[in-house]
T-cell receptor, first 112, second 110 residues
């Protein structure tokens, strides 16, 4: 069964540093998403991406965040100047539309 | 946006017991999925079920879209079923974004 692949699985970074979380969506999917889950809390929508541009974003997705599809396979989430409260599990997902959403295994980000 | 409520928030079972988890949603939906988040934090897709009934081994799910709820049944529970079960719903309003409920935390004791 096709998978969404996320790397790294765990990243530790110092406060104020930039991090890039990487995702390889399923190859024929057209819609891409990033979600965040702070420990013990609900899974929250950050941003959706379609046709090489952001289609929707939540209030959480402020100027600190950016997304990019640098080539035909990767989809990245960049967090500039990380804060302690950015520590969370970040999930990438993709969808072909109408078939359902496939989530990656997540990247656990720890900001120290 | 669409509201998603899951119940119960917590559930503790003995191995072998059956359980029913519920997901209520506030509007018409295009898509509904059930996920299991395992102890390592991974989200495992269980069912894509915007309507009707599906079964996969000891798990089954039913969505009654007209009454705006979905049920996940776990039969003969095992310790490996422990974790958090999430319902994620995409409303029919055209946003194409799944909204998660707060989940049901399940602990199955041996």
């Amino acid at each position: 069964e096709p998978e969404v692949t996320q790397t790294p699985s765990h990243q530790v970074t110092q406060m104020g540093q930039e991090v890039i979380l990487r995702c390889v969506p399923i190859s024929n999917h057209l819609y891409f998403y990033w979600y965040r889950q702070i420990l013990g809390q609900k899974v929250e929508f950050l941003v959706s991406f379609y046709n090489n541009e952001i289609s929707e974003k939540s209030e959480i997705f402020d100027d600190q965040f950016s997304v990019e599809r640098p080539d035909g396979s990767n989809f990245t989430l960049k967090i500039r100047s990380t804060k302690l409260e950015d520590s969370a599990m970040y999930f990438c997902a993709s969808s072909e539309r109408g078939v359902g959403y496939t989530f990656g295994s997540g990247t656990r980000l720890t900001v120290v | 946006g669409i509201q998603v409520e899951q119940s119960p928030p917590d559930l503790i079972l003995q191995e072998g017991a059956n359980s029913t988890l519920r997901c209520n949603f506030s509007d018409s939906v295009n898509n509904l999925q059930w996920f299991h988040q395992n102890p390592w934090g991974q989200l495992i897709n269980l069912f894509y079920i915007p309507s009707g009934t599906k079964q996969n081994g000891r798990l089954s799910a039913t969505t009654v879209a007209t009454e705006r709820y979905s049920l996940l049944y776990i039969s003969s529970s095992q310790t490996t079923d422990s974790g958090v079960y999430f319902c994620a719903v995409e409303g029919a309003g055209g946003s194409y974004i799944p909204t998660f409920g707060r989940g049901t935390s399940l602990i199955v004791h041996p």
